[in-house]
């Protein structure tokens, strides 16, 4: 699997966006971008996928540049309760045991302020 | 939450002594995951199942076992726990290649 780099850590205001970026620069054509976040204490929560499409669901929206080296994750409108780690995480898709896991990094810590 | 329960949810054990972690889950997924998780190292992957009797290393499994004899349980067992296993263990599962997995809510385990 490619590896990713996420910022350690971001604020946001409650209210606003919140924009996470996302580099993998070395992902390959049938390589997927997955989203996840990680509440305290709590087990890791899927948000989003996506190939090459930008795509949005009731939670956020993924936006994937178009060379696929990079991507970002949007909170339309972080919560308090949107505080949390959020791991990007890219993923093979293809046959074979290895393919089948997740592979989290560090993530970004974003903490939304009142 | 999707149908995965992790039993005990905490345990204290002492060095030495085997413990055997429960996953259990109600969605007839096929893939089924132990990751640990540890201050300063983020989520790892243990083991991993992909079927009934179908299971793989992942990247840190020294000192762990799986099983999984039906498709609704995972088992983790540690032959003989150490202090470097104190840790919080979660389990996942995925229905296919390409969806989400989804988390139990995990189990603290301590060794002293």
């Known amino acids: 699997d490619a590896k990713t780099t996420q910022p350690p850590s971001m604020d946001c205001a409650e209210g606003r966006a919140a924009n996470l970026p996302c580099n993998h620069s070395?992902?390959?054509?049938?390589?997927?971008v997955y989203w996840y976040r990680q509440i305290h204490s709590q087990g890791p929560q899927y948000i989003i996928h996506?190939?090459?499409n930008n795509e949005t669901n009731e939670m956020a929206s993924l936006i994937i540049t178009e060379d696929r080296k990079s991507s970002t994750l949007i909170l339309p409108h972080a919560t308090l309760r949107d505080t949390a780690v959020y791991y990007c995480?890219?993923?093979?898709?293809?046959?074979?045991?290895?393919?089948?896991?997740?592979?989290f990094g560090k993530g970004t810590l974003l903490t939304v302020n009142p | 939450d999707a149908g995965i329960t992790q039993s005990p949810r905490h345990k204290v054990t002492e060095t030495g002594t085997p413990v055997t972690l429960r996953c259990h889950q109600t969605?007839?997924?096929?893939?089924m995951y132990w990751y640990r998780q540890d201050p300063g190292h983020g989520l790892r992957l243990i083991h991993y199942?992909?079927?009934?009797?179908?299971?793989d290393k992942g990247e840190v499994s020294d000192g762990y076992s799986v099983s999984r004899s039906k498709t609704e349980d995972f088992l983790l067992t540690l032959e003989s726990a150490t202090s470097s296993q104190t840790s919080v263990y979660f389990c996942?599962?995925?229905?296919?290649?390409?969806?989400?997995?989804?988390f139990g809510q995990g189990t603290r385990l301590t060794v002293v």
């Open positions: 996942a599962i995925s229905e296919s290649l390409v969806s989400e997995a989804f």
């Open positions: 995480i890219v993923r093979v898709h293809g046959s074979g045991g290895s393919n089948y896991k997740l592979t």
């Open positions: 996506g190939l090459k």
């Open positions: 969605e007839n997924h096929r893939y």
């Open positions: 070395t992902i390959s054509g049938n390589e997927y």
């Open positions: 199942s992909y079927g009934v009797k179908d299971t």
